[in-house]
């Protein structure tokens, strides 16, 4: 599939993804959050952006969204202490971990969290990929999402691109470091409410301790 998605991907980086671990053998999968789970989400999310309208510009997004030109590429759900931990509760619930461990075929300890992110009209995902370090596992929900054409998201794999258009109620676990990912079509529609949750194996393989060397290296 031809597309030039805008990059901020560094060239040096491609070794990376070279070098970096394999855990599963497609290294993508599309699958449901579970049901009670992203019930929780969708409520909780509604309640905060439609009814109280909690929903603010964020700051800094490491150039990786992009937007139309004066408006914030994405919103967050600000000043909701109680709701940060209500969405942290996805990431280190034993049903997703579950999940995140048999894609990956190995036991795996949550490191970061973001969401739920709110893109809206323009917005662009840059090809990037993820932390190093602390996003080898990760996976990425569809909470909510008001949109008049599909958003699909691009994962640049050993075989060239695919692409999966998630609906609410669906998450995508992909090899965040392994792939880089994007995506490149501006949204077109509301809004796209996403979370994101990322994690690394317990223990380590020699392959793993080798590629964490040449991280370091790097630095
Ligand atoms: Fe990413």
């Known amino acids: ?4 998605p805008p990059k901020v991907m560094p060239p040096e980086l491609d070794r990376i993804t070279r070098l970096v ?28 952006y439609t009814i109280h309208d909690l929903a603010v510009p964020e700051g800094n997004t490491g150039g990786v969204v992009q937007g139309t030109a004066g408006a914030a590429p994405a919103l967050v759900i600000a000043g909701t202490g109680f709701g940060d931990a209500f969405f942290e509760r996805a990431h280190t619930s034993p049903e997703i971990i579950a999940l995140m461990e048999g ?34 596992v990760n996976a990425t929900l569809n909470i909510d999402c008001d949109l008049a054409e599909p958003w699909p998201i691009f994962l640049k794999t050993e075989k060239g691109y695919v692409s999966a258009d ?13 792939f880089p990912h994007s995506r490149p079509h501006p949204l077109k529609g509301k809004h796209y409410a996403g979370m994101f949750l990322h994690y690394e194996p317990i223990e380590k393989t020699q392959e793993h301790e080798e590629y964490l060397r040449h991280v370091k290296e790097m630095a």
């Open 103 to 136: 894609f990956a075929g190995c036991r795996l300890r949550p490191t970061w969290w973001y969401g739920p992110r709110v893109y809206r009209s323009g917005a662009v995902l840059a090809e990037h990929i993820d932390r190093l370090e602390t996003h080898l």
């Open 166 to 178: 998630l609906q609410p109620g669906q998450m995508l676990l992909y090899e965040g470091v392994r």
């Open 1 to 4: 599939m031809d597309i030039s």
């Open 21 to 48: 671990p394999k855990f599963n053998a497609t290294g993508w999968r599309v699958t449901d959050i579970p049901s009670g789970l992203y019930r929780d989400l969708y409520w909780r999310f509604r309640e905060d």
